[in-house]
């Protein structure tokens, strides 16, 4: 039996380290059959219109950033990043948050 966050209860959650990384809580975590769950797929996530607002909000002020000016930490540690990756993917056309997302500044 795989366990679900007894805050977010989302289905398909990772836990790093004892906090769920959908919800970010340190909540307690409960044991769950999984082969229910799948069967019956009624597991609902409520979402918040005002945090997804809030979410946005900080997605637009992190790319509104000049991406030489951000320093950006991974598991508590300061990425170190070239300025030429820097510089190179700033002629994509692609946000700040792309640079993470698409893994950008492992190159």
């Known amino acids: 039996m795989d366990k679900y966050c007894g805050n977010c209860k989302y289905e398909n959650f990772l836990v790093n380290n004892g906090i769920c990384i959908d919800c970010f809580c340190d909540n307690q975590f409960n044991a769950v059959n999984w082969e229910k769950v799948n069967e019956d797929k009624k597991m609902i996530k409520n979402i918040s219109v005002e945090d997804i607002r809030l979410l946005k909000a900080e997605m637009d002020k992190i790319n509104k950033l000049n991406l030489d000016n951000i320093d950006f930490y991974e598991n508590g540690q300061c990425i170190e990043i070239s300025k030429k990756t820097k510089d190179d993917f700033s ?4 946000s700040n948050m792309d640079f ?3 893994n950008s500044y492992k190159d």
Request: aromatic residues 14%; neutral net charge; without cysteine.
């Open 100 to 102: 993470i997302m698409t």
């Open 91 to 94: 002629f994509t056309g692609l």
